[in-house]
């Protein structure tokens, strides 16, 4: 019998061992006072700029310095942000937006109508829910240093639904000169006008990365209510220490070394409740649907048939346990709306067993043609859920005889990578497993799960005219009925084209002192660093 090093550890914490942390971790960490939060979120934040990616620690990052327009309160309901009253003329087509007072960037300069006009036109570059805004706009322009206007040649009633979107990409407002660059290029300044101001001296890139709070922040008087209300900082600073190992983060938790635990290993979830001094919670109220993108762009997933043997061979009650091994927080999903939106439905999804279909796999790479090639999948050794679902997939796909091959980084080398659209031995990918909110999945406009327009479309780029042109048409649906007779349609031809595999729901609960309160539950996947309290 081979004892791994997590067996190890779990023998140690069983017996209430207090595990020794290393001293330079210590020496990262130092003391910890009231003031002061130190959390360990997931993966390493690489990618500042959130018009560039969609994972959850950009995004974190994103929340916690920029401001938004419009935000979503506890009940999914948009509430003005940074704008302080709007109206829509008669006709739908004129929308007039005022920003409140008080609003400023971090370098002391106020916020103007020109920078929100430039960034919603960045934004809109990359976001679906921007692109749907376009379409229908003959022009975005400054009024007045506090008001602008977005013009459309036809009326969208979800435009400001849209404008406070969290399915897509982070609608981040910016200075105007940094908003003006190109959308495929990377804004660095990481000056915002959010809560907190990024502190740059205390940035160490791969160690840790420090945020301040704004003392210059106006409020919205409103209370807190979701990501709406007033965004009131409570603690002076927050370091997220960058721990890629999770026994060690969880050490540390455990030593009063850090307060915050993102994603604790799921194994260990008896461990942390058995500690008096610790608590696991959700945060992320709706959970989050594993998802495996592939490559549509390059073989074998060119080929639909390749795409629709990893449909039939997936086994979600057993990727679960790998993702989540506590049964308590996974469950299979055959909907391409999730589980729990409005939309979920049971169309085309005969394709489903409990424990996949290998041979019906088998017969479907044969039929694609598969002679072999390199497949490869990108594994994030940073995250451990998905790092360890991708082992897992390997092994299944090489037991049907498919030359699976993990290509190891940590989660930054994936985004990065995962931009090429190459071929694999080109330094481009087959493969790769993320995950998206429960929520985004009822979100066919901006939810980027839900597109299948190709190359201007997210990372895998499915193409599908048929469902692209259902697609266009939710927008101006007007009835729950009609939506979802939509949705059923929609969902028909997704799962006969394979945009992408789900791998199963699961919730992944925090671990974190019960000094620290006030954290924001949500049904988002994102962590807001306002409101909460250390005592």
Known sequence: MIVS????FKIGMAGGAALSIPSILRAKTGSVGARTVRMVMNGDLTTFDPILTTTGITFNHSLAIYDTLFALDSKLMPQPQMIEKWDVSDDKKTYTFELRDGLGWHDSTPVTAADCVASLRRWAQVDAGGQLIMSRTTHISKKDD???TIVLNEPLGVLVELLAGWSGYYPAIMRVKDANRPATEHVTSNIGSGP???????????????YDKNEKYVPRREPTDGFAGGKVVNVDRIIWNVIGDQQTALAALQAGEVDFLESPPGDLYPVIERDPNLVLQVLNSGGLVGCLRLNCLQKPFDNVKARQAILHLIDQESTMRIMSPDTTYGKVVTSIFGNDSLYSNDENTGWFKPRGDPEKAKQLFKEAGYAGEKVVILQPTNVATYSNACQ???????????????????LGGLVARRLNKGPAESGGWNMFVTDDTAKALGDPISGVFLTANGEEGWYGWPKNDEYEALRAKWPDVETLVERKALARKMQRIWWDFVGDVYLGQFVSPAAHSKLLTGLISMPSGVIPMWHMQKA
Not at 203 to 208: D, E
Not at 392 to 410: P, T, Y
Request: charged residues 30%; glycine residues 4%.
């Open 392 to 410: 897992f997939l390997a092994a299944e796909l090489r037991k049907i005889g498919v030359h699976a091959e993990l290509a190891s980084s940590d």
């Open 146 to 148: 506090k008001t602008f």
């Open 196 to 210: 907190f101001r990024f502190n740059e001296a205390l940035a160490k890139p791969g160690a840790s990365f420090a």
């Open 5 to 8: 090093r997590r067996d190890i």
